[in-house]
Nanobody, 122 residues
Framework: VQLQAFGGGLVQAGGSLRLSCAASGHTFRHYAMGWFRQAPGKEREWVSCISSDDDSTDYVDSVKGRFTISRDNAKNTVYLQMNSLKPEDTAVYYC????????????????WGEGTLVTVSS
């Protein structure tokens, strides 16, 4: 599975962005998908995941109520809708795929995509 994230950019605090992650391969629907981020000078942080079967989701506390993860298996794409953005959301965002299909707060993913930079100005 090859992954490519896009949709990042510069936005003012309070604004919104939607990240997309396009996957190659016909097995996308079997993978749980996750979003991670890495801010300058910080370690990579797990942000959200969505399972392959029942579309169950989970979020890090700092983004709950502001971010929404979703997937479109027909388009082999997972999305991260980010609303009410804050300067502390500034980071490179990565998508990743995990073969068990289950949404867990984990970093042991099977495939990683290139990141997309999100910059939130105050």
């Amino acid at each position: 599975v090859q992954l490519q994230a896009f949709g990042g950019g510069l936005v003012q605090a309070g604004g919104s962005l939607r990240l997309s992650c396009a996957a190659s391969g016909h097995t996308f629907r079997h993978y749980a998908m996750g979003w991670f981020r890495q801010a300058p000078g910080k370690e990579r942080e797990w942000v959200s995941c969505i399972s392959s079967d029942d579309d169950s989701t989970d979020y890090v506390d700092s983004v709950k109520g502001r971010f929404t993860i979703s997937r479109d298996n027909a388009k082999n794409t997972v999305y991260l809708q980010m609303n009410s953005l804050k300067p502390e959301d500034t980071a490179v965002y990565y998508c990743a795929a995990e073969g068990s299909g289950k949404c867990f707060r984990q970093y042991d993913m099977d495939y990683w995509g290139e990141g997309t930079l999100v910059t939130v100005s105050s």
